[in-house]
């Protein structure tokens, strides 16, 4: 599978509490970890058992050397990772407090600064399942969608960070995987329960909406169907159990199974990776997660 997206490094405290816009919270605890939802999405997947090759950027800087050194550890194929002179590695600031919510500002450096080549091209089209998000330019979005399309690739979007979905990309009908706030930005429509209705009646593919610990809802081919998450009593950190959902849910298509199992499979994994500090920290390996799936 090929993941088409962004790689960061985060700087991270973790405090008693979100500060408020104004408010200034003391007493926190800094530490630094590789982030970035595409570079998340594919160790994701690659612990979850995918041959994963990463179509992304990366400054000429000693964060993104530590970016890279990460994802090569993990497995992930790099030939299509391409370093950048002039452009910074992608930085999230994030500010995690004491239930694992978070805060998270980005400045995209790299991540922003590229477009699709041919060699992307080739690496996108002989994918089984492609999986991007909007941590990348939309002009890479979009293409990458349409060359699976084209190639009748299962491709997943997941529309995060939020912003409304051009006419283009709904045509092309991906796997849409926004959370609850990103379905109302994605379509204009700050109703969540209409929101979801109109996306529906628009977009020509499935479209799973993520909830968090209460689980994920697929709408597709005119069926709705829930399926339940698991609590976590103590989350340490949220981040990154997006990423998690669709890496896992990209590996598990990848294998040729349904939607609805890939699903299952993706929320457990999610649920399983907030109980560490860091975007990846929590992420679940294979065996972890086939052994949860089978309680
Ligand atoms: O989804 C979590 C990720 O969002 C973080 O790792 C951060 O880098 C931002 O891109």
């Not at 979850?48 to 800087?61: E, I, K, N, T």
């Not at 926004?178 to 479209?207: C, F, K, M, Q």
Request: some cysteine.
């Amino acid at each position: 599978m090929c993941v088409v997206g962004s790689a960061n490094i985060d700087l991270v405290v973790a405090v008693d509490h979100l500060p408020a816009p104004g408010e200034t919270v003391l007493g926190g605890r800094f530490t630094i970890h590789e982030g970035g939802k595409g570079a998340n999405q594919a160790v994701a997947a690659a612990r979850a058992g995918a041959r994963v090759s990463f179509v992304g950027a990366v400054g000429d800087d000693d964060y993104g050397r530590r970016s890279s050194r990460a994802l090569a550890e993990e497995g992930v194929d790099l030939e299509r990772l391409r370093t950048l002179d002039g452009e910074p590695t992608g930085i999230a600031l994030i500010v995690v407090g004491p239930r694992g919510e978070n805060q998270i500002a980005v400045a995209p450096g790299a991540n922003h600064a590229w477009e699709l080549d041919d060699h992307d091209r080739a690496r996108i089209a002989a994918a089984d399942v492609v999986l991007t998000t909007h941590e990348v330019p939309m002009s890479v979005v979009v293409e990458t969608l349409a060359a699976a399309h084209a190639r009748g690739i299962p491709a997943i979007l997941n529309p995060a960070p939020a912003r409304a979905l051009p006419s283009e990309i709904l045509r092309l009908g991906p796997i849409l995987t926004p959370n609850e706030h990103e379905l109302t930005v994605s379509i204009g429509n700050d109703d969540g329960a209409t929101a979801l209705e109109e996306l529906a009646s628009r977009h020509a593919g499935p479209i799973i909406v993520t909830q968090g610990a209460a689980g994920a809802l697929l709408v597709a081919d005119g069926r709705e169907e829930r399926f339940g998450g698991r609590a976590v009593p103590a989350p340490v950190d949220t981040t990154g159990a997006g990423d998690t959902f669709n890496g896992v849910l990209a590996a598990w298509l990848a294998e040729g199974t349904s939607l609805d199992d890939a699903i299952r499979a993706a929320n457990v994994a999610a649920s399983m990776s907030v109980i560490a500090a860091g975007a990846r920290a929590g992420m679940p390996h294979r065996d972890a997660i086939d052994g949860e799936l089978s309680v």
